[in-house]
């Protein structure tokens, strides 16, 4: 069972930058994939960014210019740097656990077996 508890949503201007955190729990040392994936009210969940356990990364289209993300292995958390946020990046930001990884698939939500709560990213401008 792996457990994932997000933070560091929160109201932010146009322009700004936010870290999401993503705290990981009951991750072992076979093959991993964390993704982050958000979703606006009435549509549907889409991928913004992966990592594996061999620091491999994806990014969506979207995003790929203005996001990073990254590990701290000695606290099992993963972290979502978002960057000149858009009032369209306005959604629920979700955490997600896939036991095993398809680099190909780490933006899809089927390739994932474990989901968090979320936090919430509002931009205003």
């Known amino acids: 069972q792996v457990d994932l508890v997000e933070s560091g949503g929160g109201s932010v201007q146009t322009g700004e930058s936010l870290i999401l955190s993503c705290e990981a729990s009951?991750?072992?040392?076979?093959?991993?994939?964390i993704g982050w994936f958000r979703q606006a009210p009435g549509k549907e969940r889409d991928g913004v960014a992966s990592?594996?356990?061999?620091?491999?990364?994806r990014f969506a289209d979207s995003v790929k210019t203005r996001c990073s993300i990254y590990k701290d292995s000695a606290k099992n958390t993963f972290y979502l740097h978002l960057g000149v946020l858009r009032h369209e990046d306005t959604a629920m930001y979700i955490c997600?656990?896939?036991?095993?990884?398809?680099?190909?698939?780490?933006?899809?939500?089927?390739?994932?077996?474990?989901w968090g709560q979320g936090t919430q990213v509002t931009v205003s401008s």
């Open positions: 009951g991750l072992t040392d076979s093959t991993y994939c």
């Open positions: 997600a656990a896939a036991h095993s990884c398809d680099y190909w698939a780490s933006l899809t939500p089927t390739a994932y077996n474990y």
């Open positions: 990592i594996d356990k061999y620091g491999r990364t």
